[in-house]
């Protein structure tokens, strides 16, 4: 293998990677963007979608109409948890808000694991996604999940880019972001504003949650703390409620990781989660306002 096509081969790693973590991300800011929340429970909303999709496969549902009943059985766990959960502390202290957010994760995640065990259960992928794709002689290779992952990723934040410059609830989400209290006094309906904001996020986790348990190849209740704490840092790095910040954070976290495995030492490879943790860290401490924001202070 050449040096050019080892250097091709990790950068078609870190797109794939980078994809997933920018769908994590995104759906992370869209909420934090509205509501001024970090939802933590983002993470378990992508278990609802993945476990929602191995349940439709399993009786039969082929794997496009399974992979759209999980998306949508995260867009109405993410409007559940806002009106059930959020709404009745939406103006209480920040403490109180995150507090909420954390007892929503555990309670999902222990309802998760009451149902289906806590053990890993095989996600099962159709054949055809399975297959590999060759190039350079076998020196470069990927998959069609890798390559599905990386069009509906491009696909949604297309739409998500035409929905909130171009539709009147979009514009009106964007308005409440900046100004949650001037959002109201022209009239707009912001409770119906939080609900879509909930809605198009929950929608993101449940597609990057089917998207991450078939690469990984299993699903289970606790699948969705890695790559919320990956992109909460994706999202910190491009600037915490900023939409185009949390896609540019998700690619650089995904090449960072992969590039720390395919061109450090093998005894550094063992501290990548110490080295973008740390990077968390030194963001927060001088930039914390990320790429895409200017400084100010993040309050989680």
Not at 26 to 44: E, M, P, R
Not at 82 to 103: F, G, H, K, M, W
Not at 148 to 166: D, E, H, K, Q
Not at 255 to 282: H, K, M, N, Q, S
Request: avoid cysteine; aromatic fraction near 10%.
């Amino acid at each position: 293998m050449s040096q050019f096509e080892y250097i091709l081969q990790q950068v078609i790693n870190a797109v794939s990677l980078g994809s997933l973590y920018a769908l994590v991300a995104v759906g992370l800011s869209i909420v934090f963007g509205v509501l001024k929340l970090t939802n933590f429970a983002h993470g378990d909303v992508m278990m609802v979608g993945a476990f929602t999709t191995v349940l439709l496969i399993a009786i039969g549902v082929p794997f496009v109409p399974a992979l759209i009943g999980g998306i949508l059985a995260s867009a109405i766990a993410g409007f559940l948890i806002e009106r059930i959960a959020y709404r009745p502390i939406r103006n209480a202290p920040d403490v109180t808000r995150l507090l909420t957010s954390l007892a929503v994760t555990y309670i999902l995640e222990n309802l998760g694991i009451l149902l289906f065990t806590s053990s890993p259960r095989n996600f099962p992928l159709p054949d055809m996604l399975n297959s590999s794709w060759q190039l350079a002689g076998g020196a470069i290779t990927f998959t069609n999940i890798n390559v599905l992952t990386v069009a509906l990723t491009f696909v949604s934040l297309i739409g998500l880019g035409w929905f909130i410059t171009r539709t009147t609830v979009g514009l009106g989400m964007r308005a409440a972001a900046e100004d949650m209290s001037a959002a109201q006094l022209v009239g707009l309906d912001v409770n119906r504003l939080i609900i879509v904001a909930f809605l198009v996020a929950s929608a993101f986790a449940g597609l990057a949650g089917v998207l991450w348990a078939a690469q990984a190849g299993v699903v289970q209740p606790q699948m969705g703390f890695t790559p919320l704490l990956k992109a909460f840092v994706a999202a910190i790095i491009g600037g915490f409620g900023s939409i185009s910040g949390a896609l540019l954070g998700g690619y650089m976290l995904g090449a960072l990781e992969i590039f720390i495995v395919a061109f450090l030492p093998d005894t550094v490879v063992p501290y990548r989660d110490a080295i973008v943790f740390a990077l968390l860290i030194a963001f927060l401490l001088f930039r914390p306002g990320g790429l895409m924001q200017p400084n100010r202070e993040i309050k989680l």
